[in-house]
Each structure stands twice: as structure tokens, then as C-alpha cells.
């Protein structure tokens, strides 16, 4: 073997190797002691990975997910495990509280009470390209697919608070991406009453450095929007008066397009009629060019949903509307263009890979998540 293909196959050995140390039977750890649990779009990321090489465990990741599913169609981003002490992680489900504080919640297991990019449907679908199994990878769709289409559904009835055709996210972890500086506007913005935040522990910095974490201020942050968010029983009806916070992320609702173009083609599968999600798709698509694009700067940026203020901050999430297939190609050209800039190309030939910040942006941190690290997936 060439050195590039033993140091690719070392790789690869590699990744199959955290995946299996991490499976716990049903689902994969995405750590075994930063997170504990189950994480939505973790699961979905590790289902693609492990499509490659063994479909059974990749259904199962999955199927493990939607076990889980709320009655509203909602996709918790947490399935907590029930033999992890709750003192593992916080904030842990006595925090959350979800199964006595919504009647959508599921009884049998305990969740988190927000939901995290729906790159499910993608996901299925690429499990579904790559299944050596195909009658069975057809009977697991035949499962999957209705839960995937109360995922979207979800998003589209009670996720749009205001009515643009696009989902909001209620808590930047339910982005994925929790510390970047493209909410920092939005948090910095709330105002917390005193006393709002009873005393809680952060058991993140016991297994990681604090200098890659989110301050503490920033924790005190998260944690109040949940409150919010709890205190109103997850009423998504009641949205934009109970939680302080409700984005339209570029990211977010690109990978929400993405994966109601995979529902066109996984409804072929199932032979269910695929035109609703054409529709959907359609309406993803012009929400997204007419709201989160920005004709000044041409770039896209999240948009606060109620004030319909765009953000101005270059973060990762202005690229993710690159997976329209539709996406104009005066556009495209323009993010290509922020993309190839020193704000975005760590000038390494050969080796690009896109950070989470630009370089050069006044909050970029060469360590803290979010504001500068690469993550593989987002790339
Ligand atoms: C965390 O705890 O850091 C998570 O990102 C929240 O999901």
C-alpha cells in the first residue's frame, strides 16, 4: 500500500474503532464522558458512518432515535440513558423534566425537551444507498418514514412562529452549534432577572479543558432559555412569548431543505406520494433566498424571527445553503469567494478544511467550540 492509502485505511480503522468502543446496544455514545447519551444529530452522523460497513447497527442507531420521537412529531436532541447517573451530565432530565411538563413527551424514556438539525431524512437516505441488505433497508424505511415526516411536519407547524417558511431554532443548542459567536448578539441581548437561574452545576469541565467550553456566562445563558422554554410545558404555541430566542438559521434550514429533498426520493422507496415534500421543498428554497440571504453583503445570516434583524457575524452557517441544488449561481460564487478568502482558507494547499469562525473575526478562539475549531461534519 501507498503511505496515503495506509495513512487513509489507519484512518478508517480508527473511526470503526471509537464507533464500536462507543455502541452501547442500541445507539452510539458520541463520548463517553462529555455525552453520556444519545444526541440527535450525533446519531445521524454515526448511522451515515456506519452504513458503510454495517447496516444493522446503523438502523438501530436510528431506530433508538425515533423510539424516542414526542407525540407533536418532535425529535429530542437527548435520549437519556437511564443507568447514567443524572449527575453525569447537565443539564440531565430532572433538569429538563419533560415527561411531567408536556403531555407530547414520551412516558417510557426521558429526553431533552429541544430538537437539533433534522439531517435524519439524509441520513436515511444514505444508509439506504450504501445498504447491502436492500429488502430489509426497505422494511426499515417503511418504519422510519412516517416518523421522519412528523419530524418535518413538526417543524414546519410549530416552528415557524411568525409564518416564513422557515424553522426556528428556540435554544443555539438545538443549532448543534451552541457557542458560536453567530447567536452572540441574541444572548448578549437577553435580559436575565435576578434570581431567574437557580444554582446548578456544570459537569462539562470535570472531563473537559474550560478553555474549550463555553464560559460561564454563556452556560447562565443556556440555562435560562430552557427554563423559559420548560416553564411554558414546551408549548410551542405560546413560542414568542415564552422563550426570549427563536432564530432561522442559514444551517439549520439548509440542512432542513436537504433532508426534504431526501423525503422526494425516500417516498419513492415506500411508495408514498412524494409531492408534499416537493412543495415543502419549494417553500424551503424561497424562505431561504428571501429572508436569511443578504442582497448587501451577499452572504447568507440567521435572522432573529421577530425583530427580522440578519446577524453580521461570518460563522460556518452561511455556507450550509451550498447543498440547494437549486441555489443561484451568482450566489454560490459569492460564498465560493468568502470561502476561499484568508477569513475562511487557513492557506494549507491541499488540505482545506473550513473552521467554524472566520480567522480573522474580532471573537475567533483557536480552541473554544464553535468559535474557530473545525468540526469535520459541518465541513
Ligand atoms: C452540550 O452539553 O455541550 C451540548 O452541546 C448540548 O447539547
Sequence with gaps: MKRGEERLAALRDGARLVLDENWLGSSTLPSRTLYPHQWSWDSAFIAIGRSWYDQAKAQRELESLFKAQWANGKVPHIVFNPKVPDDAYFPGPTFWQTSTRSKDA????????????????????????????????????????PRLVAEHDYLARHRDPTGIGLASVVHPWESGLDNSPVWGRDLSELAIPAGAIPPYQRHDLAHANAADRPTNEAYDRFVYLVLRYRDSGYDDSVLLDAVPFTMASPQFNAIYLWSTH????????????????????????????????????????????????????????????????????????????????????????????????????????RRRYWRGPIWINTN
Design 106 to 145: 414520551p412516558r417510557d424514556v426521558e429526553t431533552s425537551g429541544i430538537t437539533q438539525p433534522p439531517i435524519h431524512a439524509q441520513a436515511a437516505l444514505e444508509m439506504h444507498r450504501h445498504a447491502r441488505d436492500q429488502a430489509s433497508s426497505v422494511a426499515f424505511l417503511k418504519w422510519l418514514y
Design 262 to 365: 431526501a423525503l422526494v426520493e425516500l417516498a419513492d422507496v415506500v411508495g408514498a406520494d412524494p409531492t408534499p415534500h416537493r412543495e415543502a421543498a419549494e417553500r424551503i428554497h424561497s424562505a431561504l433566498l428571501s429572508h436569511l440571504w443578504d442582497p448587501d453583503a451577499r452572504c447568507f445570516a440567521a435572522m432573529d424571527v421577530r425583530t427580522k434583524e440578519r446577524g453580521v457575524e461570518d460563522t460556518i452557517v452561511a455556507f450550509a445553503p451550498l447543498l440547494d441544488p437549486e441555489h443561484p449561481a451568482d450566489h454560490r460564487t459569492s460564498i465560493v469567494d468568502t470561502l476561499k478568502s484568508n477569513c475562511f482558507h487557513p492557506d494549507r494547499p491541499g488540505d482545506f478544511v473550513v473552521p467554524s469562525y472566520d480567522l480573522l473575526g474580532e471573537d475567533f478562539d
